[in-house]
């Protein structure tokens, strides 16, 4: 019988295998005219120069993931630009190893066009890639995420549940397309009232799928965050404050909340007509609340290393969710990774990011600040030219044209 593994080694991967990514290439994008970098399934460090091409590279791999990117950038507008004109195609190129073998994915557009997805050269829908990369990002814009507005703090959680059920994606996108055909109803003063209940009804539905997604991430969350001790980084007690939410969470079925958020959507018509918005309380405005439990304060009155100390807590936590239910670890892409943390918490990083067995791509300024990976990562210098160079454990990659 093999020996069990030591839970409080914090550096001993857990049994489960990284969604990695074992080869890159790009094509025309962003400040990438060409690049073809083969790296092993350890975590990669990125560091060099502000400017230099680093956030880029973790752009391009975000494109693996359903949406616009970490950038929020969209297809039309990650193009390789020269003398202001925007080359007519990009392209990404990863080849990734999970649990299930090695696979070979593709995105890109044509300028105009629609971003195309492939998985082995064969057409997909962008969910399907959620569905083999499970994906977590972190960028700096979000580092008083807490204090910043509300939608980001949702738009920021509803990325952690994409991550574990990607069906949360697919139910927010038609939640949020139905409503925005009922409000453009209202504003237009048409109220045929056998349309617009069928409108409620579908957005209903989908309210509640969303809510009830949003609902079981955040107990699988908590419950994560509280078997831990607090360590490097530190324990947050989480809620939901949302109608719908709390409806669920009171113990009512779902076509049981389904009828209480029509109805609240019915009576509501007169006054979200009048405001051209909807103020009916649906999916759309809950609010993700966070407090600190050492300090027993909200999140949002936290400095903003302990705020970005919580929103680490969150990103860990859930990544290692998503490595206990599905035995893959997920990608981790974390922009400016250690940006106001101190040394202690540079190291905790390197712990905790080793014990959820993803491979992270991570950037800073200088490679001292992922010495706590030691030889458990490898490291790789953008140049401000935009070329990557060998790293000093000999990582290979090709050569991007200059931004």
């Not at 995105?107 to 990369?133: C, F, H, K």
């Not at 918005?277 to 609340?289: D, F, N, W």
Request: with cysteine; aromatic share 6%; proline share 6%.
């Amino acid at each position: 019988m093999s020996k069990p593994a030591d839970t409080n080694d914090m550096t001993s991967p857990p049994p489960v295998v990284p969604a990695a990514v074992r080869r890159l290439r790009l094509t025309d994008f962003r400040c990438y005219q060409t690049l073809d970098l083969e790296v092993d399934a350890r975590p990669v460090a990125l560091f060099g120069e502000n400017g230099s091409g680093k956030t880029n590279l973790l752009e391009a791999l975000s494109f693996l993931a359903p949406g616009r990117g970490l950038r929020s950038a969209g297809a039309d507008g990650v193009a390789r630009k020269q003398d202001g004109v925007a080359a007519p195609a990009w392209a990404v190129f990863a080849e990734v190893e999970t649990y299930d073998g090695r696979f070979k994915l593709g995105v890109g557009a044509r300028a105009g066009g629609r971003r195309e997805t492939r998985i082995d050269g064969d057409p997909v829908q962008q969910v399907e890639l959620s569905r083999l990369v499970p994906m977590i990002w972190l960028t700096p814009a979000q580092d008083r995420l807490f204090a910043g507005p509300r939608a980001d703090r949702l738009k920021f959680f509803d990325r952690l549940v994409y991550a574990a059920d990607p069906a949360h994606a697919e139910a927010a996108t038609a939640y949020e397309k139905t409503r925005v055909r009922r409000q453009r109803l209202l504003d237009d003063g048409r109220t045929d009232p056998v349309w617009i209940d069928a409108l409620e009804t579908e957005m209903a539905g989908h309210g509640v799928a969303v809510a009830a997604a949003r609902l079981e991430a955040l107990i699988r969350l908590q419950a994560e965050i509280d078997a831990r001790p607090e360590g490097a980084f530190p324990q947050a007690d989480l809620a939901l404050d949302g109608a719908v939410e709390a409806d669920l969470a009171s113990g009512i079925s779902a076509p049981e909340a389904e009828d209480r958020f029509a109805r609240a959507l019915r009576d509501g018509r007169g006054r979200d007509g009048a405001v051209g918005r909807t103020l009916t309380r649906g999916p759309h405005r809950t609010e993700l609340v966070t407090r600190h439990r050492d300090k027993d304060q909200p999140a949002g009155d936290c400095s903003t290393g302990e705020q970005k100390a919580l929103i680490l807590t969150l990103a860990l936590a859930q990544a290692r969710v998503l490595a206990v239910r599905s035995s893959l670890a997920p990608l981790l892409l974390f922009d400016e990774a250690c940006a106001h943390l101190d040394a202690a918490r540079r190291e905790g990083l390197a712990r905790e990011i080793l014990a959820t067995g993803s491979q992270a791509w991570l950037t800073g300024v200088e490679r001292v600040l992922f010495e706590p990976f030691g030889n458990q990562a490898q490291f790789l210098r953008v140049h401000d030219a935009g070329l990557l160079a060998d790293g000093e454990d000999g990582c290979r990659a090709g050569s991007p044209e200059t931004p």
